[in-house]
């Protein structure tokens, strides 16, 4: 076993890498099991891509996610000259950010909050906003499909769930926006305008409670023990970004494969019911997180024949561990039809998607929508022109023009 030196030719993630990421992605798995990249700033990572090894660093306690650690290790594996520091984020002290046993007392309280009953409970209301996006898009003979429809399904649905006024959900778009795209001015001053409203909607809730998520969070209790106001921030925060950005881009990428695919789309249309195994294979060839969050490694960590040092960063390659072949049997064939059972869209371990229910529910609600309303839905723009957007967190598109009549 070695350890992995530096080598000579290391992949930048840039716009380029992100436009080719699976075809890319592919080349690497084929190589080596786990590959040193660096990002556009120059932060070296190491990047796991294969199925065994992604999932088993995923449950692997040798993988940390501790906040202020995590900003450490970040810092001092940037260049010198970089001006990309982490910054220190309170609006981050959330349970993505934290081990056990932080993470099992933070996620308790909020899984006795976000139940699978309040989950099922929001189907109709979840059929209505679909129904009212549709009739919207049913008047235009072009839409873009992101825009009139992908981006204010979720973000109505977790705005509903969580209890954020319909006035602000605007701004919430735009501030959720520039956290996941890779400005980071424009990070710094939304996290700053984010925690400014969170402080302000939970005293509100205080006062006066709703049948919400988040009236149901600030009395969640566990053996005594519950969530502080600055536990509430955080946990708001990451439901609301994790809400917002990523059932938008499950809808948006799986249309584009569908109509990449028009024979699937047919089989659809033939047999609405054939909806969420449709969903499980979009979110198997082309989930909406390339990676999973960042994790360092607190000791040396073997990844197949190689060791990645104590102290580095990692990424677990979701995207590329769903495309291996020793895994699913012709990664790059989509297939509806398809067992993509097992697949790491949602991460695997304590991390695993505490949205994974809703966003099913979403997504499978949305594609029978669409399917049923516009059977003759076609593209509006070249499919082999669309635009990635850069980030290093989500895969989405720019934008997806169509024509909802055919
Ligand atoms: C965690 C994916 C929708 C809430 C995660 C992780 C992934 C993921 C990969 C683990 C990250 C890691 O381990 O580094 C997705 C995808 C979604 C989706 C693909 C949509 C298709 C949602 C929604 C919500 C949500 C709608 C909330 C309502 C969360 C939370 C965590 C999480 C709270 C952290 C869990 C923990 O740390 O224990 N998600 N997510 N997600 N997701 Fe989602």
Redo the contacts with the bound molecule.
């Keep these: 076993m070695s350890t992995t030196e530096a080598r000579t030719e290391e992949p930048v993630f840039d716009a380029e890498f992100v436009n080719d990421l699976h075809a890319r992605y592919a080349e690497i798995r084929g190589t080596t099991p786990v590959q040193r990249m660096r990002t556009q700033n120059g932060l070296p990572v190491w990047v796991i891509t294969r199925y065994a090894d992604a999932r088993a660093a ?1 449950a692997d306690p040798r993988l940390s996610k501790e906040g202020a650690r995590i900003r450490e290790v970040i810092n001092a594996n940037l260049p010198p000259d970089s001006d990309r520091r982490a910054f220190d984020d309170s609006l981050a002290a959330h ?2 950010n934290t081990d056990p046993p932080e ?1 099992t007392r933070l ?1 308790k309280l909020v899984v006795k909050a976000f139940t699978s009953r309040r989950v099922e409970a929001l189907r109709p209301r979840v059929e209505e906003i679909t129904a009212r996006l549709l009739d919207g898009m049913a008047e235009r003979s072009e839409v873009d499909l992101l825009d009139a429809f992908a981006f204010p399904l ?1 973000i109505q649905v ?1 705005s509903e769930l969580v209890g954020v006024d319909q006035e602000r959900r605007d701004e919430f778009r735009a501030w959720t926006n520039d956290l996941v795209d890779a400005d980071r001015d424009a990070a710094g001053k939304a996290v700053v305008a984010m925690a400014q409203y969170l402080v302000e909607l939970i005293a509100d809730k205080r006062t006066h409670p709703g049948d919400d998520l988040l009236t149901a969070l600030i009395h969640a209790t566990e053996d005594e023990d519950r969530l502080s106001d600055q536990e509430l921030v955080s946990m708001v925060f ?2 609301l970004v ?2 917002h950005e ?2 938008v881009n ?1 809808i948006g990428n799986g249309v584009l494969h569908l109509l990449r695919h028009p024979e699937q789309w047919a089989a659809l249309r033939e047999d609405p019911d054939l909806v969420a195994g449709a969903v499980e294979e979009m ?1 198997r060839f082309d ?3 390339t990676h ?2 960042f994790r360092f490694t607190t000791e040396p960590l073997p990844v197949g024949d190689q060791v990645i040092p104590a102290g580095q960063v990692v990424w677990v390659g ?1 995207a590329a561990a769903n495309r291996d072949p020793e895994q699913f049997p012709e990664p790059d064939r989509f297939d509806i039809t398809r067992d993509a059972h097992g697949h790491l ?3 695997h371990g ?7 229910q ?2 099913r529910l979403e ?1 499978q609600v949305a594609l029978r929508g669409l399917v049923e309303r516009f059977p003759h839905l076609s593209p509006a723009a070249p499919l082999d022109e669309v635009q990635w957007r850069f980030s290093t967190l989500i895969r989405g598109l720019r934008a997806l023009p169509v024509h909802p009549h055919g």
């Design positions: 995923l349970m993505l993470h996620r979720p977790i990451l439901l994790a809400g990523t059932t499950l979110l989930g909406p997180v999973g969050t979701l869209a949602f991460g304590i991390h695993f998607c505490l949205g994974a809703l966003a997504a």
